[in-house]
């Protein structure tokens, strides 16, 4: 069987048809949810507008993860680490798709500027690629360890009686976990000074007025 090569142009294709399904779509998951059997909470207004924030919030984490890593694969100078970028994107599609259900069912939506976190990520992913494998693995492994970070935030933040947006959010934790360990395996170094404060900076900006717009 003759297994046909991509051309950049096939790339590029590609490449806008998951960017449309990101920010506009409706993706689906490869794994139930985490929250499938665990019954819905009583919240007051204030208690569903800050989870409903909180996971607006980590929706946009995952449209920005799915473009950080789409850019990335698109210029990988290996086929093996093409195909570990576009392994790990399929799993962040799985919280892109929890998330997006959890916003449903406390009568939110995702961010407007969605389309605008999206493009951004995309040219930083496209950028650590053409800086070289070794540090656009970099970028994956400081990427994980500071969603896990935040992550950790929204769990004591979260109203304790959430037990459905709880989680969904510890088994992001533990993906995210995993994925940076596997980047390092595969030969990420540190990024050198300044890189990982202007991505925590950019994270705190995203943040900010992703939990609101």
Not at 70 to 97: I, K
Not at 136 to 164: I, K, M, N, W
């Amino acid at each position: 069987m003759n297994v046909r090569t991509l051309s950049p142009l096939d790339r590029l294709l590609v490449g806008l048809e998951r960017a449309l399904e990101t920010v506009a779509g409706s993706p689906e998951a490869a794994r139930p949810s985490p929250a499938a059997r665990i019954e819905e909470a009583e919240l007051d207004d204030a208690e569903r507008r800050h989870a409903a924030g909180l996971m607006r919030i980590n929706h946009t984490g995952e449209v920005c993860a799915q473009a950080l890593y789409d850019g990335q694969a698109a210029l990988a100078r290996s086929e093996a680490n093409r195909e570990h970028l576009l392994h790990a994107a399929a799993e962040e599609t799985d919280h892109l798709a929890w998330c997006a259900e959890r916003l449903k069912e406390l009568d939110s939506r995702p961010s407007l500027l969605n389309p605008l976190w999206y493009a951004g990520s995309y040219a930083i992913g496209a950028l650590a690629a053409l800086a070289g494998d070794p540090v656009s693995l970099g970028f994956v492994v400081e990427t994980e360890r500071q969603v896990e970070a935040h992550l950790e935030e929204h769990l004591e933040t979260l109203p304790a009686q959430d037990q459905r947006s709880r989680a969904v959010l510890v088994q992001m934790q533990e993906d995210e976990v995993r994925h940076a360990e596997n980047a390092k395996e595969r030969g990420g170094i540190e990024l050198p000074f300044p890189i990982p404060g202007l991505m925590q900076l950019s994270s705190m900006v995203m943040k900010k007025v992703a939990y609101r717009i």
